[in-house]
T-cell receptor, first 114, second 117 residues
Framework: DTEVTQTPKHLVMGMTNKKSLKCEQH?????MYWYKQKAKKPPELMFV???????INESVPSRFSPECPNSSLLNLHLHALQPEDSALYLC?????????????FGSGTRLTVV | AQKITQTQPGMFVQEKEAVTLDCTYD???????LFWYKQPSSGEMIFLIY??????QNATEGRYSLNFQKARKSANLVISASQLGDSAMYFC??????????????FGKGTTLSVSS
């Protein structure tokens, strides 16, 4: 099993809704990441979990709340989002060591806030 | 300060021609990894090629090769024999201290490649 699975693939939500994005990997990777990507822009790092502890929070608004229940699962809880939060949300996982083999992306969740 | 610089917002190439996408980087860490990703309109981030800072040889993967010039801090991607399916956004990215599990990948702004017949 060499992949990162993100669900849902598409999500439309209102500004008063609460929803969650899910990311799962079974490669034994000990770090997981959330990135936000706007159209025609590079992915921007949001959060890093290393060994199930939040190690980096890139000054993300509190309406985004990450959670790492175990080493295989990473959630992103969404509440009171704004239309400008509409974007592609990418999850990734990695293991330490040289080489690319340890950095794997999911296929992303396309979020639209209406 | 920007750590990864891609100076070409857009590139145009004819089918079957070679194309070079530029990337320069900035780091003081002696251990780092450089990556190139392709992102079609579907949004999937497709890994193309990797170069480690200690690798002596330039990386190659099929039609992709990486022209690594460490002293100049450049890591240009060369695509030989372009195909229509190569049309996409291409990102250069760097990971400092890759031996640590939680070091994040940082991306350049990307280059949009358009291949015509």
């Amino acid at each position: 099993d060499t992949e990162v699975t993100q669900t849902p693939k598409h999500l439309v939500m209102g500004m008063t809704n609460k929803k969650s994005l899910k990311c799962e990997q079974h490669m034994g990777h000990r770090a997981m990441y959330w990135y936000k990507q706007k159209a025609k822009k590079p992915p921007e790092l949001m959060f890093v979990y290393s060994y199930e502890k939040l190690s980096i929070n890139e000054s993300v608004p509190s309406r985004f709340s990450p959670e790492c229940p175990n080493s295989s699962l990473l959630n992103l809880h969404l509440h009171a989002l704004q239309p400008e939060d509409s974007a592609l949300y990418l999850c990734a996982s990695s293991q330490g060591g040289q080489g690319n083999y340890g950095y794997t992306f999911g296929s992303g969740t396309r979020l639209t806030v209406v | 300060a920007q750590k990864i610089t891609q100076t070409q917002p857009g590139m145009f190439v004819q089918e079957k021609e070679a194309v070079t996408l530029d990337c320069t980087y900035d780091t003081s860490d002696p251990s780092y990894g450089l990556f190139w990703y392709k992102q079609p309109s579907s949004g999937e981030m497709i890994f193309l090629i990797y170069q480690g800072s200690y690798d002596q040889q330039n990386a190659t993967e099929g039609r992709y090769s990486l022209n690594f010039q460490k002293a100049r801090k450049s890591a240009n991607l060369v695509i030989s024999a372009s195909q229509l399916g190569d049309s996409a956004m291409y990102f250069c990215a760097m990971r400092e201290a890759p031996h640590q599990a939680g070091t994040a990948l940082i991306f350049g702004k990307g280059t949009t490649l358009s291949v015509s017949s």
